[in-house]
């Protein structure tokens, strides 16, 4: 799967996310060493820390189903699907990448349909706490 059709993926994640407080909506689209996709849409709640971001509710729906090894996450975000910026994964969802994946996991941002940056876990997170 070429890096475009991954960000397609968690724009189209990014559809159906639950975000009634602050409009932002966020997509991302997990695809596991063997190939296999796994998308996931912000959710937030009235309360906020239930909230739950894209990327972890991607990687929670993978890990539950069995799956330990990824290659490559793509994540999209904006105000109304509106995506401009790039929208890069906070720090609780780079730990949690970090408890499943190596260093250099790929993680593609993209925004305005074309523009696309990719950094690895370890760019993105070079002093992880792990075992």
Do not use: H, W
Not at 84 to 91: H, L, V, Y
């Amino acid at each position: 799967m070429t890096d475009k059709e991954l960000v397609i993926l968690a724009k189209k994640a990014a559809e159906v996310a639950y975000a009634p407080y602050s409009g932002f909506t966020v997509g991302a689209a997990l695809l596991t060493k063997d190939g296999k996709m796994y998308s996931g849409c912000n959710i937030e709640n009235a309360a906020y820390s239930p909230t739950n971001c894209a990327e972890r509710t991607a990687f929670f729906k993978a890990v539950s189903e069995g799956e330990r090894e990824f290659s490559a996450i793509a994540v999209v975000g904006g105000k109304n699907l509106d995506f401009k910026e790039f929208c890069p994964p906070c720090g609780v969802c780079r730990q949690v990448m970090s408890e499943f994946c190596d260093g250099d996991f790929r993680i593609i941002l993209s925004r305005n349909d074309e523009e696309l940056k990719v950094y690895t876990l370890k760019e993105l997170l070079p002093l992880s706490f792990g075992l």
